[in-house]
């Protein structure tokens, strides 16, 4: 048990522990160093590599874990926008499933000296997560609504 889920209070028969851990539990285990099996096939390898990344909501192809990118050397990010809604980030190099819209700010930006743009899905126009410019860039999509 983590230490996260023993701080969930459980009290009376009509309080029952939540089967989805709060998002503070979530930050903590992105948190720790992802692991690998030390034994794989180059082909099981590769196919995980290659597997399309869909919107959640139209099943659209976004991108491919081959895109799969660290920044700040981590793959994945959580973050409170200024409204105080969470969001959890995956960064890619490239996705030609989604389309930016509105133009390029550095206001609030995560990722400092990155300016960003929304990122809609091509197929169904759902907010899949931002496009972030300096330089290089790279696409932070919301792991929630990815498939």
């Avoid at 895109?67 to 700040?72: K, P, Y």
Wanted: include cysteine; hydrophobic fraction near 35%.
């Amino acid at each position: 048990m983590t230490w996260c889920k023993r701080l969930l209070p459980i009290t009376g028969k009509k309080h029952r522990r939540r089967s989805v851990e709060p998002l503070w539990c979530r930050i903590h285990q992105l948190s720790k160093p992802n692991r690998s099996p030390t034994s794989r096939s180059n082909d099981a390898a590769e196919q995980q590599t290659d597997e399309a990344i869909l919107c959640g909501a139209c099943s659209a192809v976004v991108t491919h874990r081959s895109q799969a990118l660290r920044i700040n050397n981590r793959h994945e990010h959580a973050f409170f926008n200024p409204a105080g809604i969470a969001f959890e980030l995956s960064c890619f190099r490239e996705a030609p499933g989604v389309s930016p819209d509105g133009e390029p700010t550095a206001e609030f930006t995560w990722f400092p000296g990155y300016r960003w743009q929304v990122v809609l899905c091509n197929s169904c126009h759902a907010h899949l997560g931002w496009l972030f410019i300096n330089g290089q860039s790279f696409f932070g999509l919301i792991a929630t609504r990815l498939v």
